[in-house]
């Protein structure tokens, strides 16, 4: 007997959610900055809530130096000015919920800006009231760092501090200081953020690079990964079992919940799962109902989406009792759009289809990364235009992320596709022109008009929403699954390849498709094409 909730029961809103993710820097520009704002934001809600989605979440847009694009922040109780004001998004709230949606704040609890100042304060000396609320470590005898983490952004993991003596730990880029979690006033500093934005009447919180809140106070070191994935970046040739991934993690995401979620009734927090084994962590970090309510990983961000990947996640995801609830993302801010990892990098309309529906129909949540309801491909952005720090640190053997973060076009033939009046922060890829928002609205045949048809389509059949699952197939570019509940039993094939498929089962009934058609007990699926219908 699986745990999947009964549909005749009322489920919390979040539980089989749609969430639309929006980065701020490239959905809107309205004071033509070229960056995009909160007040575009709020201009565009009526088009994000008329696809049919429950909800956003918007990646960070607090105080921030911007050294990785406000995932560096120095104000977690703030808005950068480069996006607006703290009434800005008082505005957008209000407008989100009166349209039905729900709001999800980015939290970065894993790290700081140097500029913070808890960071400040802490760097001054090792005696002051803030010396432990990073991770400080002295150095090894010969002068080198205390031990072998690395940074996953390139080098070591350890910058010198002369004003202490003293090394301090950053993951990521060294204008990112670790915050020490292991100390429980930094834990408390970090709930009363949470408990400011709950209080404004956000709906949940991401929490970025979860996996990352706690390291090993023994500093031991990493050991060398037996058969490391990447090749390109030595932060792959180790294990992280040291310095990410740490039991203690637990116990914070226990009192995360505790504290905020369980006092805020309507709340939910969702982690992000950045680590190996990244499914099975998904599975933990979700198990019951006292850690978050949700989580998602990278699992699908690589170059291969292929049914065999797709089943494997869902099942390890969900665990053997099924009482964990993970969340589906094929593409966001971090990662080459999947279209283009589908179906070659100029995109195609029938896999941005597919990817659409699929994302959608799998158990748990999904998010929809802005621009992918468009089919935009991963946009090419020339060498002297890149602004990434990990794209600059690596070209051209990893591009970095700006190829999806350029700006979502708006209107086909107005300048910078009507982003901004101005020349944006990062360029307008041509090839997104005909695929901009006022082409996709006249369009029946869009992606638009396909995933606002599909999620109407989803709402009103709840074995999508909350069913139970069962994998039938998954071979050969071919992903065949049924959804069930007590209500309804649903079909669901999914042709992940460029070729004609042919598929033989007893049904009578197709309620819903893109590129499929049926004869008798034949289904075609055409190049990615996709299918719903009836469980006999």
Known sequence: MSNFPNPLVPNPWWKGAVL???????????????????????????????????????????????KDFG????????????????????????????????????????????????FQESRQS?????????????????????????????????????????????????????????????????????????????????FDVATYFMHDPLLRN?????????????????????????PENLQFLQRIRQELFDCYQGTMGIAEILCEPELETMAIYTHGNQRM????????????LSPQLIRNAVETAFGETRDSWPSWAFSNHDSVRAVSR???????????????????ALPGNAFIYQGEELGLPQAHVPF???????????YPYHQGRDGARTPIPWHSQAPHAGFSTVEPWLPVDERHLPLAVDCAEVDNGSPLALVRAWLAFRKKHSALIHGDFRFVKATEGLLWFERFNQVEGLVCLFNLSPRTQQVNLNTQEML?????????????????????????
Not at 74 to 99: E, I, Q, R
Not at 224 to 244: L, M
Request: glycine share 8%; with cysteine; net charge negative.
């Open 512 to 536: 819903f498709a893109s590129n499929a058609h049926l004869q008798g007990e034949s289904l075609e699926l055409g190049s990615y094409g996709c299918a719903i219908l009836t469980l006999s």
């Open 384 to 394: 002297e235009r890149l602004v990434d720090p990990e794209a600059k640190a690596m």
């Open 342 to 360: 589908l179906a070659g990098e100029n995109g195609d309309t029938n896999a941005a289809k597919l990817l659409l529906v699929l994302i959608s």
């Open 71 to 118: 995932y560096d922040v120095a104000d977690y109780c703030d808005v950068d000015p480069l996006f607006g004001t703290l009434d800005d998004f008082k505005d957008l709230l209000t407008k989100a919920h009166d349209l039905g949606l729900k709001i999800i704040v980015d939290l970065v609890w894993s790290h700081t800006s140097l500029e913070h100042p808890w």
């Open 126 to 206: 090792q005696d002051n009231p803030k010396a432990d609320w990073y991770v400080w470590a002295n150095p090894s005898d010969d002068g080198s760092p205390p031990n072998n983490w690395l940074s996953r952004f390139g080098g070591v993991a350890w910058e010198w501090e002369v004003r202490r003596e003293q090394y301090y730990l950053h993951n990521f880029l060294a204008e990112q200081p670790d915050l020490n979690l292991h100390n429980p006033e930094v834990q408390d500093a970090l709930l009363d953020v949470g408990r400011f934005w709950l209080d404004l009447g956000v709906d949940g919180c991401r």
């Open 222 to 246: 990493n050991p060398i990964h037996p058969q490391p994935p990447k090749r390109n970046n030595p932060y792959f040739w180790q294990s992280h079992v040291y310095d990410i991934l740490r």
């Open 20 to 66: 639309y993710q929006i980065y701020p820097r490239s959905f809107l520009d309205t004071n033509n900055d070229g960056v995009g704002d909160l007040p575009g934001i709020t201009q565009k809600l009526d088009y994000i809530a008329s696809i049919g989605v429950d909800g956003v979440w918007i990646s960070p847009f607090f105080r921030s130096p911007m």
């Open 293 to 304: 309510h949700t989580a998602y990983s990278f699992i699908f961000f690589g170059s291969e």
